[in-house]
């Protein structure tokens, strides 16, 4: 037994999105089912549509940072009741039992993490579909609880954008006598500065956008770079601890590990599709390090919600309807957003 509905799916690469009907599965004992209120537009929504990285399926629904109210939830569900606002990010089940989902690192699950569209879906077989959609189905164990002390729509993008940040600067350490730069002004950006500067970091900012400069201080950067700029890249050469880099077009990092500390690391979370080079006395000097970080598990997505909700953290959004989600596509390939569009899905 399935229940039927609307959503917005591309039928191929590169085609534009268009309204289609699709399957949500019957509720099991441990599902929670919500209505979809908002759901935002990430930069690997893009990548997936377009199939940069290869692997793409269709007809593919977008969308993973989902975010509703309850409407039913299993005999088994105890955390969630009828009424509860719910969101959903990108990881909707794991093998449970590998040596990474025992640390709650479910995205590095060696037997296949399903993610909440683009992936083979072991209940209802044909792959996962996401939140461009009126309704969506989940685990109770993969279901998280939205803060109702934030704006709803302005925290839908908290399950991406706000945990691929959250992740690695918790991991590194980030805090009270260190300076983080972050690098790029944009979805991922945006939201690296306002949680590294409520984890009370100093916050230094490159960007190659001059225009963004000022916009870094008021999301509360201490200090912004022009990275284009060769004397403004020499105040911090050598004084960063972390850099997180935002950035998913390509780019050249190795500007950016001249800028660490001894055993200061750049971690990338971008996601350029061509191969990055570093040169090796870049690393090898002052003992560096390259990285990289992707998402995190459930529980350290649940905390970085109540993070968010303790110091009043939500993303700078730009509503759009649903028969707006090409133009907003179009828009931010051309990195025409400040600095996260949300879908509101009770336009579908």
């Not at 080079?277 to 870049?282: K, M, S």
Request: proline share 3%; hydrophobic share 40%; aromatic share 6%.
């Amino acid at each position: 037994m399935t229940t039927t509905i609307k959503a917005i799916a591309t039928k191929e690469a590169g085609v534009k999105l268009s309204p289609i009907t699709i399957e949500r599965r019957e509720l099991n004992a441990d599902d929670v089912q919500f209505d979809i209120l908002y759901c935002g537009i990430c930069h690997s929504d893009l990548h997936q549509i377009k199939n940069d990285f290869g692997g793409s399926h269709f007809p593919m629904v977008p969308g993973h940072e989902i975010v509703g109210r309850v409407t039913a939830v299993g005999s088994d569900v105890t955390q969630f009741k009828v009424g509860d606002l719910a969101g959903v990010g990108c990881i909707v089940d794991s093998c449970g039992h590998c040596p990474s989902c025992d640390k709650d690192l479910e995205m590095f699950c060696e037997n296949g993490t399903t993610l909440s569209f683009n992936t083979p879906d072991k209940k209802l077989g044909g792959m996962t579909f996401g939140g461009f959609s009126e309704a969506y189905v989940c685990k109770e164990s993969y279901t998280l609880k939205m803060p109702a002390s934030l704006d709803l729509a302005a925290s839908a993008p908290l399950l991406c954008a706000g945990i691929t940040v959250y992740s690695p600067l918790k991991h590194w350490q980030a805090g009270p006598g260190k300076t983080v730069g972050i690098v790029g002004v944009g979805g991922l950006g945006h939201m690296a500065i306002k949680i590294a500067s409520a984890m009370e970091a100093k916050v230094v900012v490159f960007t190659t956008s001059e225009n963004k400069v000022e916009d870094a201080i008021r999301l509360g950067a201490d200090d912004a770079v022009l990275s284009t700029d060769e004397e403004q890249m020499k105040k911090y050469q050598g004084k960063v601890d972390l850099i997180i880099d935002t950035v998913s077009a390509n780019h050249d990092v190795n500007a950016y590990l001249n800028q660490l500390a001894v055993d200061g690391s750049v971690v990338l979370v971008g996601l350029p599709n061509k191969p990055i080079e570093i040169g090796a006395f870049n690393v090898v000097h002052g003992r560096r390090s390259f990285a990289g970080s992707n998402i995190g598990g459930i529980a350290e997505t649940q905390e970085m919600l109540n993070f968010c909700a303790e110091h009043n953290i939500t993303a700078d959004i730009e509503m759009v309807d649903a028969d707006e989600v090409n133009t907003a596509f179009e828009r931010l390939e051309n990195n025409d957003v400040k600095y996260r569009f949300v879908v509101d899905m009770a336009t579908l």
